[in-house]
């Protein structure tokens, strides 16, 4: 019998994967993700710019909706992204008003049927976070703040904000891991995209084989500066300097009674040399460690420059996922 993932370890699946359908219209966004639920899995972490048009101020019979669909199809809501918009126009948003921004979504997750929210690492603040704690205990919601890609547990932009996030001590306010952080080799299309946009062969060389050196980051950074990197894949090549990390899962040893969540972000389903299943078999051994309880969240990024279908990607990623993270916890038990 193959093994098998905990019962408090749930799988669920991005809004996220399918933003380029949703985009294109064909089908209303309630439909493509109760249609997630009624074909991929049944737990759904939801981004709310793509599927309410009045996020982010929700109108409850938007939400209503969205929440009825779903359960009529036996699907729910795990954790909504939400959104803090610090600026205006013209000047920097008040504490009070980055409140008053961010408390009609905190109200939107609950009704939505939603257990938590999410925002990026420190975004908050410890101000804002003190400020929105008896909310989130009144409807029992976790605020999660996501780490990801080059935002490895110990650095210096992660660091005041997870410190704060361990002083609050509060179950409601808790840390989501993208595994975008946990990349042993870049993706397999992710290179051949770099190769067909005109960068220097031997650089996407040393991409290929030399991604974990930490003087690659640093030739990654000369090229930038040097102006020679074609407009057209320009924003593609920033996600080696934000979107890609090179952590291991053990560094998420330190902060891992702060997590609540992860996103197992994924690129391609290219798995040549264990790069998409050897971070998930780490990562279930640590969790099955460390007695983890929470999400596991499939969500694609590769959407950014693959034309693949969404649903079938999902499916597949998260049979991936569930395999690779069973069988690391299992060896994990064995030992």
């Known amino acids: ?48 710019g793509l599927v309410w048009r009045s996020f982010p101020v929700p109108r409850d019979a938007e939400v209503d909706e969205l929440r009825n669909a779903l359960a009529a199809n036996g699907g729910s809501v795990s954790i909504v992204g939400a959104s803090l918009d610090d600026f205006t126009p013209t000047e920097r948003r008040s504490l009070q008003q980055r409140l008053e921004f961010l408390v009609p979504q905190i109200h939107a997750a609950h009704r939505v049927g939603a257990t938590g929210i999410r925002l990026p690492i420190g975004q908050a603040g410890t101000d804002l976070l003190t400020l929105v704690q008896p909310l989130l205990h009144e409807l029992d919601l976790v605020l999660y703040e996501e780490i990801q890609g080059q935002q490895a547990p110990g650095s210096a932009a992660v660091e005041p904000a997870r410190d704060a996030i361990a002083a609050l001590g509060d179950d409601h306010v808790r840390v989501l891991v993208d595994i975008s952080m946990l990349m042993p080799a870049l993706p397999v299309s992710y290179l051949e995209e770099l190769r067909r946009g005109g960068l220097p062969k031997d650089f996407v060389g040393r991409l290929e084989n030399d991604w974990r050196d930490p003087a690659t980051i640093d030739v990654v950074t000369a090229l930038l500066r040097s102006g020679n990197v074609p407009p057209r894949i320009h924003t593609l090549f920033m996600n080696l300097l934000i979107r890609f990390g090179r952590s291991d899962a053990a560094d998420l040893q330190a902060i891992l009674p702060m997590v609540g969540a992860f996103h197992l972000k994924f690129w391609d389903l290219d798995d040549d040399g264990g790069r998409v299943s050897q971070p998930l078999r780490d990562l279930g051994a640590l969790l099955g460690r460390n007695g983890f309880s929470g999400t596991l969240t499939s969500e694609w990024g590769g959407h950014e420059w693959l034309q693949d279908d969404p649903t079938d990607m999902t499916r597949r990623h998260l049979a991936l996922a569930e395999a690779a993270l069973a069988g690391g916890r299992v060896s994990q038990v064995a030992c």
């Open 1 to 48: 019998m193959a093994p098998e993932i905990p019962s408090s370890w749930t799988l669920c699946a991005s809004s996220f994967n399918w933003t380029p359908e949703i985009i294109a219209a064909r089908r209303t966004a309630r439909d493509i993700v109760t249609g997630i639920a009624d074909s991929v899995v049944q737990t759904i972490e939801l981004e709310p």
